[in-house]
């Protein structure tokens, strides 16, 4: 076929218009963005929040509207810039599309267009610097409904300062669900613990705080003089959240006395004032308690005398044990613990001043001896199914309330079998002493609304979970170790012990003064109390 020349005319004529229109839609586009400049918002951005629409016009004789989908929600004449709150509660869950048009003297409008999501924000959670501990190798939090489908799951490290859940579904401000933050180690033993019925309004923020971290210190060893070799001390200290301060050990036999220091690994300089030990007569050691306190550094030469154990400022205390029901020779076990001044209550540094154990009937008394020269103190006791612990010393009468506690399991479901109302919340363990030493371990804690659930299922794992766990989970081989059902003193409610406790990450004994609690397990021991949170 010949081509004729009008015809090659005519073939660079359309290219010379194609080529034409796409220099315009480039040349347009680039307008756009010259005329109208979004400073706030980007194209697919996520919006949970209220946020602020905020853009600048570069061209002279205008007006201004600023369309959601297909409502206008503003409109302005003569405006060199905007700033609109926006917020995404007023719209549905999904994708949306916002258009700012400009009109120009001469009528030309000019529109800028940009898609967003909207989502349903849960949670905002706050991370201080190195809150993740150097060992965990997976750090995963998770938010669920409470059949246990997974909503939304983030992994987060020492680089993240927020993590934010959302929803990218409609979910109401009052429906609940659960938190999980799941802890993985180079070890492969995985801690996790949730924290049930939650709802959008009832906590929205989590403050995290980082726990003290301890690694051994300086060692240092002195003489000792006047010990027998069977006799032995008591020493032990305490720097909540996870960390102990020293630790003291005495080897009578070889006449030395070695102080263990514990440094903090991410620079914690709060470093007891005191180093404080006592003897028992339970120990054979001393006829009748007596203490000694010493004042770090210790000189080089210092040797630990028993001669200069004390009994001063020393009160001879008791607790009953009261009960509705009939008790015979039961073992009871009590801690003592001071807080040496009010700095040390301030951070919750706390010495072991006094151990006891022995068996009650009902109406027995439970002697102990308190050292008055301390700021404040605490202390935990258990007897059977009981436990009980506080800030203070425990009251003369305990009297172990009248609840009853038991559960069934099967499927990931629990079913929290409860009696009495004199409680604020439940807490369920999961556990399985058979896989400790495999690298499947896990210890799960669970927490939840006592007075209003009774039927816990265990979450489901998102895949960022980097544990064998997820095997155990898919196919309910998760086991039950141990239930808690918990009064909290200072608490109303199940959302005021969010508020005070969990919301700035708090230690719930100094925040409340004190918990009871009654318990149910397979161990033959109680493992617990169950804890709040499990950094380390």
Known sequence: MTITRLQVLILLLLLSIILSCSKDSSSDVSEIDRKIVVSSIVEGQIIDETTKINATFNSAGRSVEVIIDSQSIYSSQNTNNISLDFNPESYDAGSHLL??????????????????EIHRRL????LPELMVNQYIINAVVFASKMDGTLISAKTFSNANDIITLSSLEEFGVDEEFMLTFVLTDNGYATSLFTHANLTRNNLGTINLKKPFRGEEGEIKTYSTVGFADNEFIFSDNTHEPSKSNYRVVLDAAEETFTVFGINDVDGDTNNPEIFYMYGYNNSGMFNNYQYLTLYPPLPDNFVLDKADFSIADLESKHVILNSQNNFDDKYAFMNIYGYWNSKDFDINNFHLINSVSQTVSKGDQLSYALNTS????RYWITFDNFYAAGTGIPKEIMTIPNNTLDFEYADNIVNFIATGTDHTLGRIRLFDIDLVSTKQNYLWDITFNS???????IPQLPNKVESNLLDLNKGNLIKVSSTELVKYKGIIDYNDYLQKVIKDHRNSLIVTGGQELIYKGNEPYHNGPIRDFHFQ
């Open 123 to 126: 949670i905002a959670i706050n």
């Open 451 to 457: 007075q209003t659930t009774q039927r816990i299922v």
């Open 99 to 116: 258009k700012i048009v400009l009109t120009e003297a001469d009528g030309k409008t000019t529109t800028k267009e940009l898609n967003f």
């Open 374 to 377: 301390f700021y404040d103190y």
